[in-house]
């Protein structure tokens, strides 16, 4: 068996992972492309054994993390635990679950039974879900309100906590405030895809942010090529950050992988031409 070359790998709150993250979107059913082709997605990964090929092409790179909805989700969190048994690998989780943060009595135990099932499931990281820490944004105050709060409890649950964001503000108030986060989630890619300020800003925040960040969406949900996505994402980011990968195939894990290879060791990525009625047409074609 040929024995792959592991992808390089970064630290986040003392723990190692892979600079590529497994994503979900294009496994769990958001396209953010359309309501069919959310349900080809759901239709194709509609049980363990679906995933499988996927994740053992990513770790047979190394590329041993996933990042999602995994423990409110039960079919991604049943198809991690199927992969780990039946490769004997463990797959470390980056969950991002959506929760409740009334400020209520009611709100807080909510918050509080969501963030012990992260912990319960396994997870290592714990990321309050966009739609949820956005609610608590003060951009008058620049501050984000209450976030203290859940992040004590999910160290207290032994969870390393971090902070999912689709608004910026959210990193920089984060590390204007000197929240207890190790690591933040932020789209970025080249298209400016469901980015809230221009491409060229983000790329400043995420250059000075004083934690990790784990980039999402390189490919703008299909707007873009892997090719265009990764070579701007890759030059663009520091050596301690990361790009979400979301595929549909383990022929795409592949692709997408040796892309990225290619990338950070500055050479053409060795990929298949693409296929075309007319063979002399396309001029990359092998």
């Not at 979400?244 to 298949?272: H, K, W």
Request: hydrophobic content about 40%; proline content about 5%.
């Amino acid at each position: 068996m040929e024995t792959k070359r592991n992808f390089p790998r970064t630290t986040v709150g003392g723990v190692s992972l892979p600079r590529i993250l497994i994503g979900t979107n294009w496994l769990l059913g958001y396209s953010h492309r359309s309501s069919a082709q959310d349900r080809l997605i759901m239709g194709k990964f509609h049980n363990s054994e679906a995933f499988l090929p996927i994740f053992e092409t990513y770790l047979e790179y190394g590329i041993d993390a996933i990042m999602g909805p995994v423990s409110t989700n039960n079919t991604c969190l049943d198809a991690v635990k199927y992969a780990e048994d039946k490769l004997g690998k463990k797959i470390i989780i980056i969950d991002t679950p959506v929760m409740n943060v009334d400020d209520t009595a009611e709100g807080r135990k909510s918050a509080e039974a969501t963030i012990k099932r992260s912990a319960d499931v396994g997870s290592t990281f714990c990321m309050i879900h966009h739609s949820s820490m956005e609610q608590l944004v003060n951009k008058n105050k620049r501050i984000i309100d209450r976030l203290p709060d859940y992040l004590y409890m999910k160290r207290a649950n032994g969870l390393i906590p971090g902070l999912s964001c689709h608004m910026p503000e959210g990193i920089v108030y984060s590390d204007l405030n000197g929240y207890d986060v190790e690591t933040y989630i932020q789209i970025f890619n080249c298209m400016g895809f469901l980015m809230q300020v221009e491409i060229e800003q983000v790329a400043y925040i995420i250059n000075r942010a004083k934690k990790p960040v784990m980039t999402i969406k390189p490919f703008a949900a299909g707007r873009t090529t892997p090719f265009v996505g990764l070579n701007f994402s890759w030059s663009v980011l520091r050596d301690r950050d990361m790009i979400t990968i979301g595929v549909m195939s383990e022929q795409e894990a592949a692709e997408d992988i040796e892309i990225s290879f290619a990338t950070l060791d500055r050479r053409y990525p060795d990929l298949a031409g693409r296929s075309s009625p007319n063979i002399h047409q396309d001029v990359l074609k092998k």
